[in-house]
């Protein structure tokens, strides 16, 4: 029996290598011919990925997927400007890279024959590495097919018909994406599309995304079937489409929990097994997201006028110009209107950092109101709660599109809102605005919410024995394996 190993290259940061972990865990429990290892890159002052790893050593992980970390060593910070530090801090792993490979291939006759890379989309330069060792590369595309379809368009635009987007910021221009059946309005395109510079990182990651021999996408057909019907259509000059999800980590987040974290998380369940069934707002803007005093009071009137109980992930904003993650206030009575606490004591829970799957999945959560990331995306659809959208930065206004106008899986609060480091005064939104799709989330019998639930259990059944994405997978390990025949 021909065995095959694949080498998985996620983006530095515990997002990404959760996700990854997932879908090697997912290859290997599907197929015992398949092993994976996983190469690690880490960011400077990032700590999670350590815990998580040696989270996963303590749990019954197989022991076909096994992790390396690679040097940790770091382009100048002086040398390279702020835009450029990621791109060339994944550039310099190459020859680590290089010489791990090397080394894995050095191996017994009797080891697993490599078979491809499997890239993460921030990490396509290491196309060239998988050149040399003549394997195939794959792309594992963290964000939805649409999104890829939106990348994709805007890079052809600029290849095939000389036009750039970039001067469109503030027009009513709006673009045609296949896959999407309404036309993408400008004002929720991402920001890096309005940035010269960006435009053109983005542009050059689309193009190697076609020179893949195959793209894994976190989402399953039921959900996106207009997205990814459109990659096979015959007219789409692009690799084969893998749907692979939904890509959860429904039973290890505890990595992220932090000093103390353990505690504050049964705080919270205990105070929602008190709470009814579905009575529950639930706010939470991604290990990335957080608002100014303004917006703070603003949110805060608007809970307390909805009557709504809530539970409310407040964090503190990173001082200016750093590249850090928000924290914990020591007091959040700081930022909150005086006596609010007081005033929502019986029906509102004001946290810090949230476990936000073992929250999404508790009875008493009735609507969410998120940043629209694509994996708390997900996580929402996977637990039937429904979505109130208030995006912040990289693809989220396009998700909060897709999923209010393109799907009818959530409500808006404000689809075009801004809060990314393109931004120097974000607007504030009004608490009336906010109430107003509070009330329209949490109401009980709406045909959005019957929309979610029936998603839900759909997005159970994609990934159950011949489901669409179980089949999917299916299709990718047979191209694995040819690779090696």
Request: hydrophobic content about 40%.
């Amino acid at each position: 029996m021909k065995k095959a190993q694949l080498v998985f290259i996620p983006s530095p940061g515990a997002g990404h290598l959760v996700s990854t972990v997932e879908v090697a865990r997912l290859l290997v429990d599907r197929d015992d011919r398949l092993s994976v290892t996983v190469l690690i890159m880490k960011l400077p002052h990032d700590n999670t990925v350590a815990t998580y790893t040696q989270s996963l050593a303590a749990s019954n992980l197989s022991s076909r997927i096994k992790f390396i970390n690679l040097p940790d060593d770091q382009p100048d910070k002086e040398s390279t400007p702020p835009k450029r530090f990621f791109g060339h801090f994944v550039e310099s792993k190459k020859p680590h890279v290089k010489e791990v490979v090397a080394n894995l291939t050095d191996e017994s006759p009797d080891s697993p024959r490599l078979a491809g890379f499997v890239l993460d989309m921030f990490c396509t330069c290491m196309i060239e590495v998988a050149d040399e060792f003549k394997v195939p590369s794959y792309l594992f595309f963290t964000s939805g097919a649409a999104f890829l379809g939106f990348m994709l368009r805007v890079q052809a635009l600029h290849d095939e018909e000389n036009t750039t987007i970039t001067e469109l910021k503030d027009s009513d221009a709006v673009l045609e994406v296949p896959g999407l059946v309404n036309s993408v309005p400008a004002k929720v395109w991402p920001s890096v599309v309005f940035n010269k510079e960006w435009a053109e990182v983005l542009n050059q990651q689309a193009r190697t995304f076609r020179g893949t021999k195959g793209i894994m996408v976190n989402t399953f057909e039921e959900l996106e079937s207009h997205a990814v019907r459109s990659f096979s259509d015959g007219k789409s000059k692009t690799p084969p489409l893998y749907p692979m999800g939904p890509i959860l980590n429904i039973k290890g987040e505890n990595y992220d929990l932090g000093e103390g974290g353990a505690d504050k998380k049964a705080d919270i369940m205990a105070w929602l097994d008190d709470q009814p069934e579905s009575s529950v707002v639930f706010l939470c803007f991604g290990s990335w997201g957080s608002f100014g005093e303004d917006q703070v009071k603003e949110i805060a009137c608007a809970l307390e006028q909805s009557g709504h109980r809530f539970l409310w992930s407040l964090r503190r904003p990173p001082s200016k110009d750093t590249f850090e993650k928000p924290s914990d206030y020591e007091d959040p009575t700081e930022v909150l209107p005086e006596g609010f606490m007081d005033r929502t004591a019986n029906i509102g829970k004001v946290i810090g950092w949230a476990p936000q799957i073992a929250v999404l999945a508790h009875p008493a959560i009735g609507g969410f109101v998120s940043h629209c990331g694509w994996n708390s995306t997900l996580e929402s659809i996977w637990f039937g709660v429904p979505i109130a959208t208030w995006p912040m930065y990289a693809e989220q206004q396009f998700n909060a599109f897709e999923l209010v106008v393109e799907l009818g899986l959530a409500v808006e609060i404000k689809m075009d809102y801004r809060n990314d480091i393109m931004i120097e005064n974000p607007t504030v939104v009004n608490a009336e605005v906010i109430e107003r799709g509070i009330r329209c989330l949490m109401e009980h019998n709406s045909e959005m919410r019957k929309r979610v639930k029936e998603m839900s259990e759909k997005a159970r059944k994609a990934l159950s024995d011949g489901g669409s994405s179980f089949s999917s997978m299916g299709r990718l390990i047979d191209d694995f394996l040819d690779n090696i025949a």
